[in-house]
């Protein structure tokens, strides 16, 4: 299952998602010494600001973000999302592996409410990620602002 569903990962995984963690992130890219298998590459309590310099233009990566935002003054959120990013320069052969290999990182890191598809460091700004969260959340009390 192109190792997505090694120890290591799954204690992140489950650290991103737990309330008494600080970890809110973690990102998956190709096992340094495996062909065809993914490993995790890092993890973390910064949140999309601390993670988007770690995507790389000539790498296929995996993220599993924990994104909390405000309904309104008395309420907070979390939601989780995936974000699937294709660096720019990744050669055409890789990236033909990630329509079957993203398939397996979903059977692990399965709860999310959003999939962000991203090539660019612009496609996953806070602001816009939390917007369609929003959207896909259901009530928005702040008519789709962030």
Do not use: C
């Amino acid at each position: 299952m192109s190792g997505t569903d090694s120890p290591e990962i799954l204690a992140a995984y489950d650290a991103v998602r737990s309330d008494k963690d600080e970890t809110n992130w973690l990102l998956l890219a190709d096992h340094p010494t495996a062909r065809n298998k993914l490993a995790l590459t890092g993890s973390g309590s910064g949140g999309l600001a601390e993670l988007a310099p770690k995507l790389e233009d000539d790498k296929v990566q995996y993220a599993y973000v924990r994104i909390e935002y405000a309904n309104d003054a008395e309420s907070k959120r979390i939601k989780f999302a995936l974000i699937v990013w294709i660096g720019e320069n990744v050669k055409p052969l890789r990236r033909g592996r990630v329509l079957s290999e993203s398939a397996d990182v979903k059977k692990v890191l399965s709860h999310y409410s959003i999939q962000v598809d991203a090539s660019h460091k612009s496609d996953i700004k806070e602001e816009d990620i939390v917007t369609r969260l929003r959207k896909a959340g259901g009530a928005d009390y702040n008519g789709g602002r962030g």
